[in-house]
């Protein structure tokens, strides 16, 4: 019973001692952002892309949206649109779960599926 308590001991001795010199080497962020500047994505990123989508469809102060944004190297094929479409008619049918109030997708129509769906770069 003894062996227990001192190995409970020592593993509490080594994870102190751990996160000591983990405290003392970790680098100074203040002085790095200040040395290399503010990290920012670049603007071809996806994430960007998806920000700027959002802000576009903002409506209001009270309201939020959600911009899902599905990638693929290739052009998107049937398949992988059938999937989203899928996807969208999953997220419909529990809308109220979600407190989700308008959906926009490719399959409001073909007005709607030339603003978003992107051409391939």
Known sequence: MNWIRRDYVATIIIWLFLTV?????????????????????????????AYKLNKQMQTGKN??????????KSKLNQEDQRKINNRVKQLARQKKNYQVTKITSTLNGKEVAKQVISRKR
Request: zero cysteines.
């Open 63 to 72: 309201s939020s949206s959600v911009v899902i944004v599905y990638h693929k």
């Open 21 to 49: 010199v983990s405290v003392v080497t970790l680098p100074d962020i203040s002085a790095l952002i200040r040395q290399k500047g503010q990290v920012t994505l670049p603007v071809t990123s996806e994430s960007f892309q």
